[in-house]
């Protein structure tokens, strides 16, 4: 089985609905990460966590909301989708113990918003 | 602020050809480096990492990059390219702050000639 999954896999919406994306990881990792993959602009932090009661915001939050429900569960919001949020996201986890940032990405989710 | 960038889009070889592709990033420490892989509908599959120690490091699949501190380089490398290396490849630093979170360079597609 997987270490990070994610769900949906894709998922078509229209303008101006609420849409969750959900991520669960079972590597035991308390930092987790929603990034945003763009063609041509690599991956960019969204949001980041370190544990339950730690949230943080990355360089493109506006427009997203996060919760982690669980060490092992943190899902991602979108609360009025909007066209140009039609990208892959992905989530990911690391291991604070390490100390060397190593991250470990899920499948992905595919996001329509027409 | 910290990049990374890869200065090539697109990489086209022969099956069985050898293989570098670029990655240059800006710090002034020694970074944490990562290479990451994409194929076609997966997510990101780690292919090695640098944070310390021989410069030269090996990866999975056949894969190895070298850091050189004085061209603030990380390029990766294969000695001969298969059909199913055909992906797009990232490059990434972790990021020197409180969010640990990794900065991407914007990623290079291989296409592989048969």
């Known amino acids: 089985d997987a270490d990070v999954t994610q769900t949906p896999r894709n998922r078509i919406t229209k303008t101006g609905k609420r849409i969750m994306l959900e991520c669960s990881q079972t590597?035991?990792?308390?930092?987790m990460y929603w990034y945003r993959q763009d063609p041509g602009l690599g991956l960019r932090l969204i949001y980041y966590?370190?544990?339950?009661?730690?949230?943080n915001k990355g360089e493109i939050s506006d427009g997203y909301s996060v919760s982690r429900q669980a060490q092992a569960k943190f899902s991602l919001s979108l609360e009025s989708a909007i066209p140009n949020q039609t990208a892959l996201y992905f989530c990911?986890?690391?291991?604070?113990?390490?100390?060397?940032?190593?991250?470990?990405f899920g499948p992905g989710t595919r996001l329509t918003v027409l | 602020a910290q990049s990374v960038t890869q200065p090539d889009i697109h990489i086209t070889v022969s099956e069985g050809a050898s293989l570098e592709l670029r990655c240059n990033y800006s710090?002034?420490?020694?970074?944490?480096l990562f290479w990451y892989v994409q194929s076609p509908g997966q997510g990101l599959q780690l292919l090695l990492k640098?944070?310390?120690?021989?410069?030269l490091v090996q990866g999975i699949k056949g894969f190895e990059a070298e850091f050189k501190r004085s061209q603030s380089s990380f390029n990766l490398r294969k000695p001969s390219v298969h059909w199913s290396d055909a992906a797009e490849y990232f490059c990434?630093?972790?990021?020197?702050?409180?969010?640990?979170?990794?900065?991407f360079g914007s990623g290079t597609r291989l296409l592989v000639r048969p």
């Open positions: 990911a986890t690391s291991d604070a113990e390490t100390g060397t940032d190593t991250q470990y």
């Open positions: 590597k035991g990792h308390d930092r």
């Open positions: 966590s370190f544990d339950v009661k730690d949230i």
């Open positions: 710090y002034g420490a020694t970074p944490y």
């Open positions: 640098y944070f310390s120690g021989d410069t």
């Open positions: 990434a630093v972790g990021a020197m702050d409180s969010s640990y979170k990794l900065i």
